[in-house]
């Protein structure tokens, strides 16, 4: 299989995974009869049984993107061919990450709020790619959440993360999800631990 | 409409969405060819439309469970009738609460591990379900999580939380996330605040 056959199957599945997503939404939010729910959930197991008939054990591996960069597309907060990812897009700057964000509405906590859990999922991610950004590596350790705001779904935001410290084999990143106009609705610090085999 | 009936549409909606959890769980291993990506995708537009004919703005609203308590169905975390949910199940003990948790390959973020924002998005739903199961309400404003282990998906695994102590509109809880012989994977802290206009 060449290079670019191996591409255009992992576009076709990071195109399933959007579909998937918009399958998603509409069931979160569908307000149709009860035949036609008993009808479509019948026709998704004939889809899901047909995408078994092959399957992997783990989800996708690590791929090269085209820019270089390593990326997972099976991660469940990043990847492309994960349909419970957003998926969240990172960009990496000079001094930190961002990544713009529309949550949805099946992201509900509180009422037309988003929760809480999926804002404290998001930061874990970012604050953990900030460290790696600086060209440092650790998993976390403890990662601290201050609730602001509430978290509208359907709106822009921005999530941004920066390291902030190292000292030996800890490493702090800050980082928080706010409106367009910089008010601030969630914090995040976070304490990254090398491990010593890689020390 | 009678109560039996909506019922029975409830669980029509619970069912379509626990078949779309099984489709997430099958595009995120699936190993088939490209043809059957793109043909099943088409078919999952098709469904996706069909579902659209008639949609909420928000998702499924509180409703009161056959045992008196209330649900929220569209939950990120808990709903039944939102595919993005595990579903949790919490389970409300005098001293505190606890979920049976199995989470799954799509909740990767390391390597065969879960993505540690997840765990921090159960533990975060079970603090605040913990302050409640104490008679107290409150807005999570803190929560600190301490990674401990990496934790697992595909096995059986046991969430638990307790409210602590509380001071004036302040209260703090504790919960884990830990094998089922007790070894403690994640930790979490958090700190709720009543809001003033509740006091």
Redesign the interface.
Known sequence: MTLE?AD??LA??C???Q??R???D?????????D???D??T???D??T???????????PFEIAPDGTLRHL????TGG????ALPLVVDRHDNGVSADVVFR?????P??G?????S??????LL?QAVANAGLAG?????????RRPVPYGRPLVATAEHTTSEGRKTWAEGRIALPDGTVLVEATGLFITPTHWA
């Open positions: 056959v255009s199957r076709a599945l195109g399933l995974s579909q998937t918009d399958l998603m509409a069931v979160a939010l569908t307000d149709v009869g009860e036609e729910l008993l479509i959930t026709r998704l197991a889809l899901t047909r995408l078994q008939a092959k399957s992997r054990t783990s989800p996708q099976g991660n469940a907060v061919a994960n349909p419970y509405p099946l992201h509900e906590g009422p037309a988003v929760h809480g859990g999926i404290a999922m998001i930061l874990d991610h953990g998993m976390t350790g403890t990662l601290t959440l201050r609730y």
